[in-house]
């Protein structure tokens, strides 16, 4: 095993892990331990949750200058700020002198952070402005080394603010690489291309971040897992009907047209476009109930007319989930970002998303359909997600009957002609297949199989990449 | 043309919106306090009752305690926010209350199986009076307790419920509940609060 060199500075720290992971996963099962060994959970805040690119915040979190937001970057507590020259930083929440957070707030404005311990004070951009009675330092201060450390790459795509301590991943770009695309469709199809965050449904489970990544495109589980919230959103259609939310799981979802794609780095793509009618309203159609549809549909029905399906639909969740490794997944009109708290402990936020309509492109109706977006976001976090984490949990408290060493996912293994690639060379499997774990469970031994070489930046004039 | 609003959201809408953030906006002073004790009773003792049969798991008698068209709301804001732009934890007109029954009553709401037991605190009950002598707003302090799957846990914080009197009783507008902990991670609150 290669010995943990995590400390920068040269302090060596004995190797964390002996697990060889070459005997811990497979193509087709995984070992209970990755669920359930604390100095496995500890090696993933290196080697994933700072080794790779990972969501930090979204730009509309941060619109003006000297903004700043509370985040972490694996357990490391974490401030991303726009400084006052509007550069994007991530700094580490933790002064310089004996390492207190100097920033106790969720989210605000400030030109500058002071320690609330002994006081000592940094600008926006990390550099340090100053100690209380400096003369009883045979110091002056100018040396770097006691400005805020920062996540030495800050990177956004599209709003998305992702920070990486490892200086040999490529461009967050290229990390992103075939996700991109759909994000892009996801993205475009809101007016001027943008959203912004609203609020949030914020969740947590007592088990490990995996099992949420795990399920991120899981088809397997929707007509099992969502059973209530299936029956419930059809319960009162007229007739025999099942048509609204997630039905189009029920019966055959292997035979439906839709898909599960699996992109380089462990992001993955669950595509239920082909499954619904994406005519103008189609999706409108298949909501289910929420607060206000009905009078604010009859006002947009009124006002634009035929217009008025394609304004609705805006107002609807995308039958997309957008899986971005390690920590952000995109779904419906959600971003929703997990957390890792502890090793049997996750929280899951739902950002919601509204829309902003500068060029007036939903012909007056954008606090209606915003009005409905609240609505809308707030059904999957209540009634859906719910039972994920419940059933999330059981998965870790059945984990602990460890002589039962294994978790299989090999659904869709080894059938001839089942798993395709598409031009891209991106394979593409039915929606319920587990393809999609079996290629972010090798990506995660390559991760975990190798020490990253990670690194703090302090110099404030560092030239962003 | 008159709707069912348990079939159809036909009322929440920006007037109904617009009135909610008024009538929570600035209402507990000490002017409009009420200090006549047959009223504070006749409050509290809606509010006992309420908390009991949310206790007894008596879901469908304690809907009988809402006006037909009738708010359930757990904002995720200290302040409240405007629900208009801001995800609420829960925002549940009529429908939507009955959707939220109808799930916990189906024996596949899995975060729900095995049922919760709960015991409520209701206390510090103060009412207030507002600009129509038929309604009233009421603040109180509450602790749920909940037990679940081995697993004991509670919220706390206060409710405003808007109350109005019709048809000879008082019948709950709205339900406000203001969790200490609204904006932060929250784990299972799958029972009404
Ligand atoms: S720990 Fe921050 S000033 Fe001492
Ligand atoms: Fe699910």
């Given amino acids: 095993m290669t010995p943990d060199d995590s400390f920068t500075s040269g302090v060596t720290r004995p190797a964390a892990t002996q697990f060889n992971f070459n005997e811990l996963i497979f193509e087709d099962r995984v070992h209970q331990c990755i669920y359930t060994e604390e100095a496995i959970f500890r090696e993933e805040m290196r080697k994933v949750f700072g080794g790779v690119w990972v969501y930090l915040a979204h730009e509309s979190q941060i619109p003006k200058n000297d903004d700043f937001v509370a985040s972490k970057l694996g357990l490391r507590p974490i401030i991303v700020v726009r400084d006052s020259t509007g550069r994007i930083r991530a700094l580490y929440n933790r002064c310089t002198h004996r390492g207190s957070t100097v920033c106790r707030q969720q989210q605000g404005s400030a030109k500058s952070f002071s320690c609330p311990y002994h006081g000592w004070s940094y600008f926006n951009s990390g550099k340090i402005s100053g100690v209380p009675w400096p003369d009883g330092y045979a110091d002056d201060f100018s040396d770097p080394k006691y400005n805020l450390a920062q996540v030495p790459r800050v990177q956004s795509y599209r709003g998305f603010i992702f920070g990486t301590l490892n200086p040999d991943m490529p461009p967050l770009k290229d990390?992103?690489?075939?996700?991109?695309?759909?994000?892009?469709?996801?993205?475009?199809?809101?007016?001027?291309?943008?959203?912004?965050?609203?609020?949030?449904?914020?969740?947590?489970?007592?088990?490990?971040?995996?099992?949420?990544?795990?399920?991120?495109?899981?088809?397997?589980?929707?007509?099992?897992?969502?059973?209530?919230?299936?029956?419930?959103?059809?319960?009162?259609?007229?007739?025999?009907?099942?048509?609204?939310?997630?039905?189009?799981?029920?019966?055959?979802?292997?035979?439906?047209?839709?898909?599960?794609?699996?992109?380089?780095?462990?992001?993955h793509y669950k595509d239920k476009r082909p499954a619904v009618d994406t005519s103008p309203g189609g999706l409108w159609a298949i909501e289910g109930p929420h607060p206000g549809m009905e009078?604010?549909?009859?006002?947009?029905?009124?006002?634009?007319?035929?217009?008025?399906?394609?304004?609705?639909?805006?107002?609807?969740?995308?039958?997309?989930?957008?899986?971005i490794f390690p920590n952000l997944h995109i779904l419906g009109n959600h971003v929703q970002v997990s957390q890792p708290v502890s090793l049997t402990e996750t929280d899951t936020t739902w950002w919601g998303t509204a829309v902003i309509d500068d060029e007036d492109e939903l012909h007056g109706c954008v606090d209606a359909v915003n009005a409905l977006r609240m609505r809308t976001q707030e059904?999957?976090?209540?009634?859906?997600?719910?039972?994920?984490?419940?059933?999330?949990?059981?998965?870790?408290?059945?984990?602990?009957?460890?002589?039962?060493?294994?978790?299989?996912?090999?659904?869709?293994?080894?059938?001839?002609?089942?798993?395709?690639?598409?031009?891209?060379?991106?394979?593409?499997?039915?929606?319920?297949?587990?393809?999609?774990?079996?290629?972010?469970?090798?990506?995660?031994?390559?991760?975990?199989?190798?020490?990253?070489?990670?690194?703090?930046?302090?110099?404030?004039?560092?030239?962003?990449? | 043309m008159q709707h069912d609003p348990s079939r159809t959201s036909y009322y929440v809408g920006d007037h109904f919106y617009q009135s909610l953030v008024d009538s929570y906006a600035d209402w507990q002073t000490d002017d409009a306090e009420i200090t006549d004790p047959d009223l504070r009773d006749t409050c509290r003792m809606l509010l006992e009752k309420e908390a009991r049969l949310l206790d007894r798991n008596k879901l469908d008698d304690w809907l009988t305690l809402y006006v037909p068209e009738c708010l359930y709301w757990v904002p995720a804001t200290p302040h409240g926010g405007d629900p208009r732009t801001e995800i609420a934890v829960c925002f549940d007109d009529r429908r939507r209350i009955e959707d939220r029954i109808y799930r916990l009553q189906n024996e596949f709401a899995w975060s729900q199986r095995p049922l919760s037991r709960t015991a409520r605190l209701i206390t510090n009950i103060s009412a207030f009076s507002t600009k129509d002598p038929d309604t009233l707003m009421v603040r109180s302090t509450f602790l749920t307790n909940e037990f679940q799957a081995g697993d004991k846990r509670n919220y706390t914080g206060w409710y405003g419920h808007k109350i109005g009197f019709i048809d000879g009783g008082w019948k709950i507008l709205v339900k406000q509940v203001n969790l200490i902990d609204c904006d932060q991670n929250l784990r299972n609150l799958s029972i009404i609060l």
């Fill in chain 1, 379 to 465: 059904s999957f976090p209540n009634f859906g997600e719910l039972d994920d984490l419940m059933n999330f949990e059981q998965i870790q408290t059945g984990l602990a009957g460890v002589e039962d060493e294994w978790v299989y996912m090999h659904r869709g293994l080894g059938i001839p002609g089942r798993i395709k690639r598409d031009t891209d060379g991106y394979l593409i499997g039915p929606p319920t297949d587990e393809v999609f774990l079996r290629e972010t469970m090798q990506v995660y031994k390559r991760l975990m199989m190798n020490e990253p070489n990670l690194v703090i930046e302090r110099e404030i004039e560092a030239t962003p990449d």
């Fill in chain 1, 175 to 267: 990390y992103l690489g075939g996700v991109k695309k759909p994000l892009d469709e996801w993205l475009d199809r809101h007016p001027g291309g943008k959203l912004t965050f609203c609020d949030a449904n914020r969740l947590k489970f007592n088990g490990n971040w995996k099992l949420l990544y795990d399920n991120s495109a899981d088809g397997y589980h929707v007509i099992f897992s969502h059973r209530s919230l299936l029956a419930m959103e059809n319960r009162l259609n007229e007739g025999d009907d099942e048509d609204k939310g997630m039905s189009y799981y029920k019966s055959s979802p292997d035979k439906a047209p839709f898909y599960v794609k699996v992109f380089e780095n462990g992001h």
């Fill in chain 1, 295 to 323: 009078h604010y549909e009859e006002i947009i029905r009124e006002k634009l007319g035929d217009k008025a399906g394609s304004v609705l639909d805006i107002a609807s969740s995308e039958p997309v989930n957008i899986n």
